[in-house]
């Protein structure tokens, strides 16, 4: 079985071409579990698969590590796009792609034949609670709760690098204030539309370098508490790298790179 790896600001991702149906829908969550783990598989943040779509130009299936299956993922596209238009899959500058969370648009900056940009539709933020208060580990923390594609928590902190992601990610996560689960986000600003994000990821259920929706739901929490400009890109500095957010009233854009790391072969045994 051939496979292909890619990251987006270290948000990595294995993407798998299921076009023919050979992977059936009881095998994924197996094969994700497999191939994600950093010692005895491929590593990664994420199984893709590429599906064909009737209502897009490529269906793209994504699931995450411990093998439950993600509405949506923004760096996961972004990848997603980059390779069906490098593998002659979609040979469009701009890819209509069908996620679980709806049909996506994404538009691609192509130099000397190859994707060097990708700028993605998130959707629209579906805002739940701006700056709450709720008692965390004997504390109070204010959250702004969002939906862009998934579930987030943004939590803003004065120094993003003192957190403690991996346990105050996790007691957010788990709260029974979230009955689904969400993934959890510390943002700290540090100049002006410029921003710190350090993200705990549901399902992967650790901290990742970079969270592609996540960012986008920081850049919609920033804009709608004031501490950002939305008439402008917004700058979120992951620890894997740097993204940009637009938000609209309609519609959240994540724009950034995408990289293609290496390519091989696995034997099938699920």
Do not use: W
Not at 41 to 53: A, I, N, Q, R, T
Not at 70 to 86: D, P, Q, S, T, W
Not at 105 to 116: D, F, H, M, N, P
């Amino acid at each position: 079985m051939k496979f292909y790896k890619y990251h987006g600001a270290g948000n990595d991702f294995i993407i798998i071409d299921n076009r023919e149906g050979r992977i059936p829908k009881q095998k994924k969550s197996k094969l994700a579990k497999k191939l994600c783990d950093r010692r005895f598989g491929v590593g990664g943040d994420g199984l893709l698969f590429v599906e064909k779509s009737k209502a897009a130009d490529a269906r793209m299936r994504i699931f995450n590590p411990d093998g439950s299956e993600a509405e949506m993922c923004g760096n996961g596209i972004r990848c997603f796009a980059k390779h069906v238009y490098e593998k002659g899959i979609v040979r469009k500058k701009e890819v209509s792609i069908e996620t679980l969370a709806g049909i996506k648009k994404v538009r691609l900056t192509i130099e000397s034949g190859r994707v060097a940009y990708v700028r993605a539709e998130l959707g629209k933020p579906l805002l739940k609670a701006l700056n709450e208060k709720i008692r965390i580990n004997d504390r109070e923390i204010g959250v702004s709760v969002l939906e862009v594609g998934v579930p987030h928590v943004v939590v803003f902190v004065n120094d993003v690098d003192a957190v403690d992601v991996r346990s105050t990610g996790r007691a957010i996560r788990y709260n029974k204030l979230f009955p689904n689960g969400t993934n959890v986000n510390f943002l700290q600003e540090v100049g002006k539309n410029v921003f710190k994000v350090r993200t705990y990821e549901r399902g992967v259920e650790d901290e990742t370098l970079a969270c592609g929706t996540g960012i986008g739901a920081c850049g919609a929490a920033a804009a709608l508490l004031g501490r950002a400009d939305a008439s402008r890109a917004i700058e979120l500095r992951a620890r894997g790298g740097t993204l940009f957010v637009e938000v609209e009233k309609e519609n959240v854009y994540l724009n950034g790179p995408a990289e293609f790391v290496f390519e091989g072969e696995i034997y099938d045994s699920t």
